[in-house]
C-alpha cells in the first residue's frame, strides 16, 4: 500500500511539473536566446548586411547595374517572391564593394531575376545602412525584392531559420512570397507547396494585420514563414520601405499564421486513441489492436504526417514555437509516459505501428536479439544523447534522422526512404520492433520518464 501510495505521488508530481511547463510555453511562448547554437551552421551570414564605405545621399538612378549572375542556394530549395524600397533612401557608392566583395549581395540579384514572374527591363542592387534588396523595374514601374537570410535568423522553423523572399509594388503591398531556401523537411515543403498556402500573401496591404490559414501536417513551419516575412518588413521599415508614399502608416503590420479548427477535430482523433490506449478491457481485443494500430498509421502518419519526435520537447527550448495542436499532443505524449508505461510507444506511434502490423501479417524469423536489454539502452540513449548535443550545436538537420518524414511523406528519392522503409522493415522481420527497441531516440527519452515517474525497479517486484 505504501509503495502504491509512493508510486501515486511520483506520478502526480511529474504530472504537476509537466503541466506546469506545458502552459508556461502555451502562454509565454517559446524561450528566446536561452540555448543558442555553439556554433554558427549557417553560411555567409557576415556577407547577409552592407558594408558601408561611403555614405551618399543618392538618387537610385546614380548606382550602376550589376547584372545577372548564377547563384547556388543552401539546404532545401523551393523558391521566394516580393517586396520593395524607398526613393530617398540612403544610397552608398558601391560598385566596388557589392560587386567584389558581396556574394549574398550577387545572390539576391540573381535570385530576384529568376522569380521575378515577368521579364524586367532593369534590374538594380541597392544596399541601404541594414539590408541589400533588388529594385526591379518594368513599364516604368518599380518592384522591391528582399531576402530574410542572415536577418531574422531569430524566428526558427522545425529545422532552424527559413529563408525567404518578398516582393512590394509601388503601392506598398506584397505581391508574393516565396520560400528560398532552408533545412525544413522535404515533404513538408511539397505539401506547402501543393496547397493555397503561398497565394494567401498576394497583395497583402503593408499597413494592415492578415490574419492567414497555417498548414495542418506543416504548422511549425507555416507560421515561421508568417513570422519571418512580419519581421522582414519590420526591418525593412522605415527605411527604404517608409519612402514608396508619404505617410504610410506601416507600424501595424503583421501576418499572423493559425491553424483552422479543424485542428480540433485532429487533436480529437488523437486524444480518443490515446483514451483507447489507457483502458485495459478493449485493447485485449486483436481485432480493436490491429484496428488502432491501423488508424495510427493511417490518420497521424499518412493523413496528417505529424508524428511526435523528441525534437518536439526540444523546440520551446531553440525558439521554435509550437502550435496549440502540437502542444497538446506533446501533453498527451508525457502524460502517457508517466500514466500509462509509455503509451505513445506502445500504442500511437505510426512506425511502431507499421513494424506491427508487417509482424502480424507475416512470420518473422524472429531470431534472438544480439544485445542484451542494458545493452539496448545504452545505446538507444547514446544515439538520443548525440542527436540532442548535434541539434544544440546548430545542427538543425540533425532532426531529420527519423522514419516518420521520408515514410509518411513519401520521399522516395530520398536515400533515408529506402533505409527506413524497405533495410528497416526487413531488419524489422528478423529482429522485431528493433527500430523501437535499439535505435529510436524519442523512445529513450519516454521510457526515461516513464521510469523516473515510476517507483524503481527493483522495488516493482517486491
Not at 524607398?86 to 522569380?115: D, M, R, W
Not at 513519401?410 to 528478423?430: A, K, P, Q, R
Request: hydrophobic residues 40%.
Amino acid at each position: 500500500m505504501n509503495n502504491r501510495f509512493s508510486n501515486d505521488k511520483r506520478k502526480w508530481i511529474a504530472t504537476i511539473v509537466v503541466s506546469a511547463f506545458f502552459l508556461f510555453f502555451w502562454i509565454y511562448g517559446p524561450l528566446q536566446g536561452v540555448i543558442t547554437p555553439f556554433f554558427n551552421t549557417e553560411k555567409d551570414v557576415h556577407h547577409v548586411k552592407p558594408i558601408l564605405v561611403k555614405e551618399r545621399q543618392h538618387h537610385y538612378n546614380q548606382v550602376k547595374n550589376i547584372g545577372e549572375m548564377e547563384t547556388k542556394g543552401d539546404g532545401y530549395r523551393l523558391i521566394t517572391r516580393k517586396r520593395e524600397a524607398k526613393p530617398h533612401s540612403k544610397v552608398i557608392h558601391f560598385e566596388e564593394t557589392i560587386a567584389n566583395k558581396s556574394e549574398y549581395g550577387k545572390a539576391l540579384l540573381a535570385n530576384a531575376i529568376k522569380l521575378y514572374e515577368h521579364t524586367p527591363d532593369e534590374t538594380i542592387l541597392r544596399q541601404t545602412e541594414h539590408l541589400f534588396f533588388v529594385e526591379i523595374i518594368r513599364n516604368k514601374e518599380r518592384t522591391y525584392y528582399f531576402q530574410s537570410k542572415g536577418l531574422t535568423n531569430q524566428i526558427q522553423g522545425y529545422s532552424g531559420p527559413i529563408n525567404l523572399g518578398i516582393f512590394i509594388d509601388e503601392n506598398a503591398k506584397i505581391t508574393n512570397m516565396h520560400h528560398v531556401s532552408s533545412h525544413e523537411t522535404v515533404s513538408y515543403l511539397k505539401k506547402i507547396a501543393s496547397t493555397y498556402y503561398y497565394d494567401q500573401y498576394k497583395n497583402k496591404s503593408l499597413k494592415e494585420i492578415h490574419q492567414i490559414d497555417a498548414i495542418s501536417g506543416a504548422t511549425i513551419t507555416t507560421k515561421a514563414m508568417a513570422l519571418t516575412t512580419t519581421e522582414l518588413v519590420a526591418m525593412a521599415n522605415p527605411d527604404p520601405i517608409e519612402n514608396l508614399s508619404d505617410s504610410m502608416g506601416l507600424s501595424n503590420f503583421q501576418m499572423v499564421a493559425s491553424l483552422t479548427l479543424k485542428w480540433l477535430i485532429h487533436i480529437s482523433v488523437i486524444f480518443i486513441l490515446f483514451l483507447y490506449a489507457f483502458q485495459k478491457k478493449l485493447r485485449k481485443s486483436k481485432k480493436f489492436v490491429l484496428l488502432t494500430a491501423a488508424v495510427c498509421v493511417i490518420y497521424i502518419g499518412f493523413f496528417l504526417n505529424d508524428s511526435f519526435t523528441y525534437v518536439t520537447f526540444m523546440h520551446p527550448f531553440i525558439g521554435t514555437s509550437l502550435s496549440s495542436f502540437m502542444g497538446l499532443y506533446a501533453l498527451f505524449v508525457l502524460l502517457g509516459a508517466i500514466w500509462g508505461k509509455n503509451t505513445y510507444c506502445k500504442h500511437i506511434c505510426p512506425y511502431g505501428n507499421i513494424q506491427r502490423l508487417q509482424l502480424h501479417l507475416t512470420k518473422g524469423l524472429n531470431k534472438k536479439f544480439f544485445l542484451k536489454n542494458k545493452r539496448i539502452k545504452q545505446v538507444r540513449f547514446t544515439i538520443l544523447f548525440f542527436l540532442v548535443i548535434g541539434i544544440l550545436a546548430g545542427y538543425r538537420n540533425l532532426s531529420h534522422l527519423e522514419p516518420f518524414p521520408y515514410i509518411f511523406g513519401f520521399e522516395v528519392e530520398s536515400l533515408w526512404f529506402f533505409i527506413f522503409s524497405v533495410v528497416g522493415l526487413l531488419m524489422n522481420w528478423v529482429y522485431p520492433m528493433i527500430w523501437c527497441r535499439l535505435l529510436c531516440p524519442t523512445g529513450s527519452i519516454l521510457d526515461s520518464i516513464m521510469v523516473v515517474s515510476s517507483k524503481k525497479q527493483k522495488n516493482a517486484h517486491t
